[in-house]
C-alpha cells in the first residue's frame, strides 16, 4: 500500500519558533497529506510518535522541538532521551521517525535569536520533508523490487 499521508508532531515550548518547521516541512509536502499534532513538549514526542507510526496511516512522522539549556543541565538528558525515544518508535514501527528537534548551546530569549532560530527551523522542516520523500520513495522502490523478484508483497 502507498501511503502519502505523514504526520507531523510539535512541541508546545518556544512554540513561535518550533512552528516554523511545519512551515518549510509543507513547503515540500501539501498541507493537505500532513497531519498535526501537539504535544507539551519534546519529551512527549516519542510516545505519539510510536502511536501514530503503529497506525499505518503515515509514509512517515516528523517530530518538532527546541531544547534549550536552562542552565541545569536538565536539557541534555531530554535531548537524548527524545532522540533515543525517536529512534526507537520508527525501529519499533517499521515506520520512518523524523527529528527537528534541536539543542542550541546558546539560546536566548531575544527578538534576534529568535528570528535566527525561526528561519532555522524552517529550513529544517524542509530537510525532515526532503528525508520523508526520500524514504518514502525508496521504501516504494524497494517493495516493488521484492514484488518482482518474489510475486508476493511482503507483509
Not at 21 to 43: C, K, M, R, Y
Not at 46 to 56: D, N, S, V, Y
Not at 65 to 87: C, E, P
Not at 101 to 112: A, C, G, K, V
Amino acid at each position: 500500500m502507498t501511503h502519502t499521508r505523514y504526520a507531523f508532531i510539535k512541541a508546545q515550548w518556544h512554540a513561535d519558533i518550533v512552528d516554523q518547521a511545519l512551515t518549510g516541512f509543507t513547503q515540500l509536502i501539501p498541507a493537505e497529506q500532513v497531519d498535526v499534532f501537539d504535544v507539551p513538549g519534546a519529551f512527549e514526542m516519542p510516545l505519539m510518535a510510536q502511536e501514530l507510526a503503529k497506525t499505518g496511516k503515515y509514509a512517515a512522522v516528523a517530530c518538532a522541538a527546541l531544547v534549550v539549556d536552562g542552565g541545569i543541565y536538565r536539557h541534555d538528558f531530554v535531548a537524548q532521551a527524545v532522540v533515543d525515544g525517536l529512534m526507537r518508535a520508527g525501529m519499533d514501527s517499521g515506520v520512518p521517525v523524523l527529528s527537528v528537534s534541536l539543542t542550541p548551546h546558546h539560546f536566548q530569549e531575544t527578538d534576534h535569536h529568535s528570528a535566527i532560530y525561526r528561519a532555522h527551523f524552517i529550513d529544517k522542516g524542509r530537510e525532515a520533508a526532503q528525508a520523508a520523500l526520500m524514504i518514502t520513495k525508496t521504501r516504494q522502490q524497494a517493495l516493488a523490487a521484492s514484488v518482482a523478484e518474489t510475486g508476493q508483497v511482503a507483509a
